[in-house]
């Protein structure tokens, strides 16, 4: 973004605001009347702000392209031009830092109009969140503008119309836009193709330059959360029937140098993505709203059994043991899109109340791969009735009690001591398991305490476990053996050779082969007592 304006007192603030969006076109030609030759269209703007040099006029220059020079007028005075201007105008360097959230100013999460889920997920309350674009369009639109809100939304995800896609003619950059959109991909950009990848994404696919250097070097992009955005990437997913989200992440996966610390949280947060979407009703009226989803829908779309009938694995002494269904039948949830925390600071349940307002599922949070939070009591935006889904993925092969020890929300700071709690829920994912050994454990009855919980150990990945495993299940194998390389690795002909290579590397991870040819299995197994007692003798 780039602005020009004439020199004024600070006291004396414009009158008329100009501005100019996809300022990059300002570089292209006119064809002059005899069609002789084509004068740039910045040009013939020069002049014109030339001559409304004397006015409180100041023009904003907006623009998606790393390519500035053209988009602000230089001002040069012709030759035949013998009045030298008084006034001349000024322009500064280009600027990213533009803001969001601006017409939010009175709306926001918390006042009349934003205080229920009903409130905030109402589309004439979304087109406010995010880049102005959206609520200018929407609030002079027409009845047909704001009912088709979320088809401009995906055209300019897109950077063509909807209508002139499919599930099959997607390109690469379209499918890391939609993805990226929901999932909070980063890109870690090194060469110059990548770099003119990422700078595509921006100029074209709605992503974020959120800092970028002097020269137009080294940019740092994102996926901010926009919830229409988002939204509308659902949308035109789920209107696909030949889509599968796992084909496409394993597409966008050999196209972009996408940054990820934990690829088996990645799919555990698609298996997420690919739930709330299949639990939406096929009757929502998704041009008034985005939908909310009971935390009961959703799980019978994660889970290929029944849980309805489940007990708590911890109970609160305040509470009684009550079954899943009966526990959660008024909770509902709002997320399409997630948002990755890049601080590890504590999060509180007031602070949840605006995720849940954004419709965003976080991730990347210390002790936990992701939280997704919902309303337990009602629809009320209110923090005492703020509950979540914390979930982890793990390696190992065998459900441990311990494992959900590390994912106590009072540690985490979502529960205070002496503040009424909710109950939760948390799913520790051991998503490299084989197959063949794949499971659903309700974890049991273990202790009572400060919270309840339904906990839950899930064992590979499986159709008959998680039902979205059932979509192109060939490819989740193939993501899923590339966030568990380092176990394939080992894999040989024969339990022989296995052996052998895992030999070749000590202690490079438990199993037995990597430390029992130097080390003794009785290493170790000598009682304390037997140790200490020739210092006491």
């Not at 040069?76 to 830092?97: A, K, Q």
């Not at 700078?199 to 926009?226: A, W, Y």
């Not at 996966?253 to 799919?267: N, T, W």
């Not at 990755?340 to 849940?356: E, Q, V, Y």
Request: proline share 6%; aromatic share 10%; glycine share 6%.
């Amino acid at each position: 973004m780039q602005y020009a304006t004439t020199r004024m007192s600070h006291r004396c603030m414009p009158k008329i605001y100009i501005m100019w969006d996809d300022a990059h076109y300002l570089g292209k030609g006119l064809c002059s009347e005899l069609d002789l030759q084509r004068e740039p269209i910045c040009s013939i703007l020069e002049r014109v702000l030339f001559i409304l040099r004397r006015k409180n006029l100041f023009s904003f220059f907006v623009s998606t392209s790393g390519r500035p020079s053209p988009l602000v007028p230089t001002f040069h005075i012709h030759p035949s031009t013998v009045i030298m201007p008084e006034i001349p105008p000024e322009s500064v360097p280009p600027f990213t830092d533009f803001g969001f959230d601006h017409l939010m100013a009175g709306r926001q999460v918390g006042k009349i109009g934003a205080q229920t889920l009903a409130d905030v997920t109402k589309l004439e309350y979304v087109v406010h969140m995010g880049r102005p674009l959206w609520g200018v369009i929407y609030n002079v639109g027409s009845k047909n503008v704001k009912m088709n809100i979320l088809g401009f939304a995906q055209t300019k995800l897109l950077g063509q119309p909807s209508e002139d896609v499919t599930a099959w003619t997607l390109s690469p950059d379209q499918l890391f836009a939609c993805l990226s959109q929901r999932l909070a991909l980063e890109l870690d950009s090194r060469t110059p193709a990548d770099l003119l990848k990422e700078q595509n994404l921006v100029e074209n696919h709605m992503r974020v330059c959120l800092k970028i250097g002097s020269g137009f070097e080294d940019p740092v992009t994102t996926s901010s959360s926009e919830p229409i955005l988002s939204e509308a990437s659902s949308l035109l997913t789920r209107l696909f029937k030949d889509f599968s989200m796992p084909e496409a992440l394993k597409k966008i996966f050999s196209e972009f140098p996408i940054k990820h610390e934990r690829q088996g949280a990645l799919l555990m947060l698609v298996m997420f993505t690919i739930t709330r979407d299949s639990a939406i009703s096929r009757y929502h009226e998704w041009y008034t709203s985005i939908p909310i989803v009971s935390v009961p829908s959703f799980f019978e779309q994660l889970f290929a059994e029944d849980i309805s009938d489940m007990l708590p694995s911890r109970l609160a002494r305040t509470h009684e043991p009550r079954s899943f269904m009966d526990v959660f039948s008024r909770a509902n949830m709002h997320f399409n899109h997630c948002v990755k925390r890049h601080d590890a600071g504590m999060l509180t349940r007031s602070m949840l109340l605006g995720f849940i307002a954004r419709g965003a599922a976080i991730v990347h949070q210390p002790a936990v791969d992701m939280i997704v939070p919902f309303l337990f009591y009602d629809l009320k935006l209110v923090k005492w009735n703020v509950g979540f889904i914390l979930a982890k993925v793990d390696g190992g092969a065998v459900p441990r009690a311990g494992l959900f020890d590390t994912m106590d929300p009072f540690v985490l700071g979502l529960f205070e001591d002496g503040e009424p709690t909710v109950p939760i829920i948390r799913i520790v994912f051991a998503l490299g398991v084989a197959k063949e050994k794949a499971k659903l454990v309700r974890m049991p009855y273990h202790v009572q305490g400060d919270v309840t919980s339904y906990d839950f150990w899930c064992a590979g990945m499986s159709p008959e476990i998680l039902k979205p495993a059932a979509t192109a299940p060939w490819t989740w194998d193939e993501l899923l053996a590339a966030s568990c390389g380092w176990a394939k690795i080992y894999d040989a002909e024969s339990e022989e050779k296995t052996a052998y290579r895992r030999q070749q590397n000590p202690l490079g991870v438990g199993d037995t082969e990597h430390w029992n040819q130097f080390m003794d299995a009785g290493l170790g197994e000598m009682k304390a007592e037997d140790y200490f007692k020739d210092f006491l003798d």
